[in-house]
């Protein structure tokens, strides 16, 4: 018999390792279980390596790269059987097209590790896992679009 489908959306701040936590929580609380694992936020700072701000630098790999992990650490746990991880990365985690987004397109490849990672550590331990990464080109709209000619840093 097939259960019942539901969702969650969750409002949190993937750089705050307690707020990851307390995601998964709220999900396991509300729903009872955990299916699906979407790691989708992401953010970039355009400009050249040599110029980078630190700060801006460690955003993004707290976002990128970091969130990601301790998002897993949280769910695998409580994956179930078939369960999957989807990691939303993009098209520069394997090619750097133009200048500027060196270290967004390194943040990008680790996540791209991670999620492939994740399949061979986990295939046998919950049967089907599914990993896939989905890698979008650029997709600028609207404010993003003025934001990333500017420069400045995009949540």
């Known amino acids: 018999m097939d259960r019942p489908r539901r969702g969650l959306a969750i409002q949190a701040d993937s750089a705050d390792p307690g707020a990851i936590r307390r995601a998964v ?24 390596t040599a110029d980078l701000a630190l700060a801006d630098l460690q955003a993004m790999l707290d976002v990128n790269v970091r969130a990601p992990v301790l998002f897993a650490q949280a769910a695998i746990p409580q994956l179930s059987s078939g369960g999957r991880i989807i990691s939303i990365g993009s098209a520069l985690a394997e090619r750097v097209p133009f200048p500027g987004v060196t270290a967004y397109a390194m943040s990008k490849s680790a996540l791209l590790s991670l999620t492939r990672g994740l399949l061979r550590a986990l295939r046998r331990r919950l049967q089907r896992l599914i990993c896939p990464s989905r ?13 990333f000619n500017s420069g400045r840093k995009t949540r």
């Open 135 to 147: 890698c979008p080109g650029v997709v600028l709209y609207g404010v993003r679009q003025a934001i």
């Open 25 to 48: 929580s709220q999900t396991l609380d509300t729903l009872g279980g955990l299916d699906i694992l979407v790691n989708s936020a992401g953010i970039g700072t355009a400009g050249m």
